[in-house]
């Protein structure tokens, strides 16, 4: 309120003070004005395009186009909305905003005029601040809440994302208040999304003011932004319901910086979360595994189920996840997570999830879109990253859908949690396994295993079984043979167990064939890494971290001594690479980076197939750098571990300097 005063008598701004307290004079935006019942969906350009010029009409009416003639419209898709960089830097003479000409020839009600001639609704955005969030200081709506809100009624729209820049310390209940007030004033139903990132913990006051609101910071196309994200939105279930939901952020389905497994993951949580699901990938270029996921309806209903209760986990124990839903017909929506980097094999019951004691329970799963039955067990063979999602019921017919049973495959891998390596000309062991979780015994269970072209696959031991009961479990052990000739990459072993009456489940075990190992002296900058990740923007080679992008980092430099090779890795940071048995050590000079000022206090960690073989302490910045040497004769794979030496990763810059493996 005093703020507001403030900006008034600077004459900044237009809107009355105290608005947020008077009574509208039109029927109320929220609450219970009968919007977003159920979570938005639509499209927002920001995570595809950012500000870039292919941010423009021609992107926006494509969309739209696609939207129909995809089926996404019919799937629920509504929302086609317009984020940052859409107006010019400067208001025009009447102090209203203006469409940047370039993007926007025809202006935005055209815009908003072909939007909606196809049947969806048209959104728009701009910052509860002085200027939006660009850096090319784009206006915000602070103190011109009444004016923008007239104009954006005026322009059609039907959606309005509210963000938090420059916001000159102003309250941000009253910031997004008065927006609210001046929405409602425009007499046009606009569903209303404030997006102050989690700031002031909108999910406690923003039920009475927005139809959703950010819960974090924004996402990026990683699979470690998105893991984030949906941790801290998942702990929020208790605030979310009809007409006012949780936001994890938009959609990043699509844009290439995770596979298609991790957008299967990112796209159940956020469905399970009963997220909004707005679509941030360019759809004119987006591949049919994109619109297979997006499209998803058995997906898509359990975020838009009428219920609107945001999902929870009901466990959650070393990167096991069991999430449920309730839905609105008595069905439990479930979502069985793996966050980690290793298969396994998940498991939940009917009990666990909270459906009443029965003989049996219909099992349907949204990806494989198949019905079975089971006894109780709801389980499911994951890999790394991935989930399942099922819908089930205490369906007395159940007898009629075949038994669920549940398949997987294992590498015998050279120690345990090591990576599915497998080196060209060997063999390798693979262990399938399959369950059945039926009431019913599932019959002449058979499974095979099928690698690419030129891979062989035998079985060592009897791969079909006559009858397996409820529980009950068989496998096989199969030798695999992998081509001399095979490249450097990620290759699929496919099992398929098929089975009476009329079934069949899969499981893709992916394996994956390393780079070849030293053949001599090498420094490790200069090797092709298995992974790495860092706390903070990429894993640099011979430079120092720099925080964001690749290749943004300055010369390694520890205590004034300057290192031409090396790497420069933030806390929490891993970098693995394939050794081959073929190397004997790994030295380093390992040290906090002088960029970080005096800041920063790390860990530095080398790991040999498994085990940890050397470790430097906690090193801050104010000390030299600290020669390190690790024994890793024999080891398959050597991992580099900086940590955050136990304060958290502020500054947590760590330099491999000189890091190389004598090998040969
Ligand atoms: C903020 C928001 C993002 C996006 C950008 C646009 O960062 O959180 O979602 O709208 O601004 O500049």
Redesign the pocket.
């Known amino acids: 309120m005093v703020a507001t005063g403030v900006l008034l008598a600077a004459g900044i701004g237009a809107a009355p003070p105290g608005t947020a307290a008077t009574t509208p004079a039109v029927a109320a935006v929220t609450p219970g004005d009968g919007l977003a019942l159920t979570p938005p969906m639509g499209f927002n350009n ?1 995570n595809s395009t950012h ?1 870039r010029a292919e941010f423009n009409e021609a992107m926006v009416k494509g969309i739209a186009d696609i939207f129909v003639s995809k089926g996404l419209k019919d799937a629920g898709y509504q929302y086609v909305n317009l ?3 859409w107006a010019l830097p400067q208001r025009g003479p009447d102090g209203n905003l203006v469409p940047d000409p370039v993007r926007f020839p025809n202006g935005i009600k055209a815009v908003a005029d072909y939007v909606h001639s196809k049947g969806l609704k048209f959104g728009i ?1 701009t910052s509860a601040g002085t200027k ?3 850096e090319n200081g784009f206006p915000g709506a602070l103190g011109f809440e009444q004016k923008d809100a007239d104009l954006f009624a005026s322009y059609g729209v039907d959606y309005l ?1 509210y ?1 938090n ?1 420059n916001n000159q310390g102003v309250d941000a209940k009253l910031r997004y208040t008065t927006m609210r007030d001046a929405l409602r004033r425009t007499g046009r139903p606009i569903v209303y999304s404030l ?1 102050e ?1 989690g700031e002031n913990q909108p999910w406690l006051w923003g039920k009475d003011v927005g139809h959703l609101w ?1 819960t974090t ?2 996402i990026t196309d990683t699979y470690n932004s998105m893991l984030g994200i949906a941790k801290t939105n998942w702990a929020l279930a208790d605030y979310a319901g009809p007409g006012h939901w949780n936001d994890p ?2 959609l990043e389905v699509g844009n290439g910086g995770m596979t298609d497994t991790e957008y299967r993951s990112h796209f159940g949580l956020w469905a399970i979360m009963a997220a909004p699901l707005l679509i941030g990938s360019d759809l004119r270029t987006a591949t049919p595994e994109t619109f297979e996921i997006l499209g998803n309806r058995e997906v898509i209903a359990v975020d838009q189920d009428p219920l609107g209760i945001q999902g929870r986990p009901i466990r959650s124990a070393g990167g096991i996840h069991v999430f449920v839903k309730p839905l609105k017909n008595g069905d439990k929506a479930v979502l069985l997570f793996n966050e980690g980097e290793k298969t396994e094999r998940v498991t939940t019951t009917a009990a666990e999830i909270g459906l009443p004691q029965a003989t049996g329970y219909k099992l349907r799963d949204l990806w494989a879109h198949t019905d079975r039955h089971t006894a109780g067990t709801i389980a499911a063979t994951l890999p790394p990253h991935g989930s399942a999602m099922f819908r089930v019921n205490a369906d007395r017919g159940w007898a009629k859908y075949p038994p669920a049973v549940d398949t997987g495959a294992a590498l015998q891998t050279v120690y345990p949690g090591a990576l599915p390596l497998v080196e060209p000309g060997d063999t390798a062991s693979v262990t399938t396994t399959a369950t059945n979780n039926g009431r019913l015994p599932a019959v002449t269970v058979k499974s095979v295993l099928t690698g690419p072209a030129g891979w062989e696959a035998v079985p060592e031991s009897p791969n079909d079984k006559t009858i397996l009961r409820t529980g009950e479990s068989t496998s096989t052990k199969w030798t695999v043979k992998v081509p001399a000739n095979a490249k450097p990459g990620f290759y699929v072993l496919a099992v398929r167990t098929t089975y009476r009456p009329d079934a069949e489940t899969r499981f893709d075990l992916e394996v994956r064939v390393p780079p070849p190992a030293p053949a001599a002296n090498a420094y490790v900058s200069d090797l092709t890494w298995l992974s790495s990740d860092n706390g903070w923007g990429p894993v640099e080679r011979d430079t120092s971290n720099g925080e964001y992008g690749s290749g943004d980092g300055n010369p390694i430099t520890i205590n004034g001594v300057t290192y031409a090779k090396g790497i420069g890795a933030h806390a929490p940071s891993n970098v693995e690479f394939y050794v081959g048995g073929r190397c004997t050590s790994l030295t380093a000079s390992v040290g906090v980076d002088d960029e970080e000022g005096t800041d920063g206090s790390v860990g530095f960690e080398v790991w040999a197939n498994g085990a940890k073989v050397a470790d430097s302490g906690v090193m801050t910045n104010d000390m030299p750098a600290k020669p390190i040497t690790a024994n890793i004769t024999g080891a398959m794979v050597v991992r580099l571990v900086v940590n955050d030496g136990g304060n958290g990763i502020t500054s947590d810059h760590g330099d491999w300097a000189d890091v190389r493996v004598a090998c040969g």
Request: net charge negative; with cysteine; aromatic share 16%.
């Open positions: 920001w500000c984020d940052d960089c955005y939006t969030c660009n994302k963000d820049c997006c990132w950010r910071g924004d952020d938009m």
